[in-house]
């Protein structure tokens, strides 16, 4: 099936018909008949347009725990969908099937779905936000805007789990649309986003602030990853700038890292790895910190920052208790963040 292109959004003209991309922090100077970076945003002679933007390539119903976000209306559904095609070519992706093909132009995956069937979809699935994920938004922009708004006319939330490479002009166009974010630190050194994510760190920190002043709720998340981002100095780095920049009370995941993709050589991270950057997330001040693809490990429940009780108990995820009464603790009363909390 051959997929009609759409006029992308986000994009300068140059001279002799080049354009540049202002959808993420790459600006992608794009010559005609090239693309760029993602793969999927392709000058057309002298204007850009979005291979995917209304071709889904991934489409399911998730409890809203798995994108991770456990503070933003716990308990409920969310419509989860992606295009092929991402901005980053980090060798350990989970998701690589989807987006790094396009990357080699092979990215015939998909299916033409309008903004209209994907709100009535939600709709009978008792979904209460959409999610674009999978892959990286940033990358079908295009479709994250029609969307958000029509899910927005028809009473839903909107979530993007990103890994926060966003160009200025694309953080802008989702204000006001967009209501809660996951956003991968990857780690804290130019280099490791240099070398295995083919990006930059200092746009994804400098975003991580704008959101949170843009008022999206905002859940991090960090893989750790054995021998590359596990070292203590440099969790502290990482726990440190979510306490210092984004707030005490910004939830942070960590999760466990298992062999994938381009990086075969490194074993599964270690649990006890995982429970001590918990450790210097606490340390660091943070409120909420989780443990990742651990089920039934205590990191996965939430606890209460002041009595230090168990608020809300979870097994992978799904809730199995809840201590709350309108947000806050039962035990001491006091006030959990999120939003939506039960």
């Known amino acids: ?3 009609a292109p759409v006029k992308a959004v986000l994009w300068r003209p140059q001279k002799d018909d080049a354009v540049q991309c ?3 922090s790459h600006f992608c100077l794009i010559d005609p008949g090239e693309r760029g970076i993602c793969g999927v945003r392709e000058n057309r002679e002298g204007e850009l347009f979005t291979l ?3 071709n889904v390539a991934a489409l399911n119903v998730d409890p809203v725990e798995k994108k991770p976000l456990y503070h933003f209306m716990p308990g409920s559904l969310s419509l989860s969908l992606g295009t092929m095609g991402c901005n980053f070519s980090c060798s350990f992706c989970q998701n690589f099937t989807l987006s790094q093909p396009p990357k080699e132009r092979q990215f015939r995956e998909g299916q033409h779905i309008t903004t209209e069937q994907l709100i009535q979809t939600a709709l ?4 209460e936000s959409v999610s674009y994920t999978y892959s990286e938004p940033t990358v079908f922009i295009e479709l994250v805007l029609r969307t958000a708004q029509k899910a927005h006319e028809n009473g839903l939330k909107n979530i993007i789990v990103s890994n926060g ?3 200025p002009d694309c953080l802008k166009a989702m204000e006001g649309l967009i209501d809660a974010a996951n956003i991968d630190l990857k780690a804290f050194t130019a280099s490791f986003y240099r070398d295995y994510c083919g990006a930059r760190l200092k746009p994804v920190l400098n975003n991580l602030v704008k959101i949170r002043e843009m008022g999206w709720w905002l859940e991090v998340t960090t893989l750790i990853i054995p021998g590359l981002n596990d070292s203590k100095k440099e969790l502290e780095k990482i726990a440190g700038f ?3 920049r984004l707030g005490v009370d910004t939830p942070w995941h960590i999760s466990r890292f298992h062999p994938t993709f381009r990086l075969t050589d490194r074993k599964s991270t270690p649990v006890k790895t995982l429970e001590e950057a918990y450790q210097t997330g606490k340390e660091a001040g943070l409120e909420y910190v989780y443990t990742g693809n651990v089920p039934g490990h205590n990191g996965e429940n939430t606890f209460c920052p002041k009595c230090h009780e168990k608020v809300i108990a979870r097994l ?3 809730l199995r208790e809840v ?3 309108k947000g806050s603790c039962t035990h001491c009363g006091a006030r959990i963040a999120g939003v939506g909390m039960p």
């Open 52 to 54: 995917v933007g209304d």
């Open 1 to 3: 099936m051959v997929y």
């Open 124 to 127: 009978e699935y008792r979904a």
């Open 316 to 318: 992978g995820f799904q």
């Open 323 to 325: 201590h709350l009464e």
């Open 242 to 244: 979510i306490a210092g």
């Open 165 to 167: 490479f966003q160009g």
């Open 22 to 24: 202002m959808a993420c």
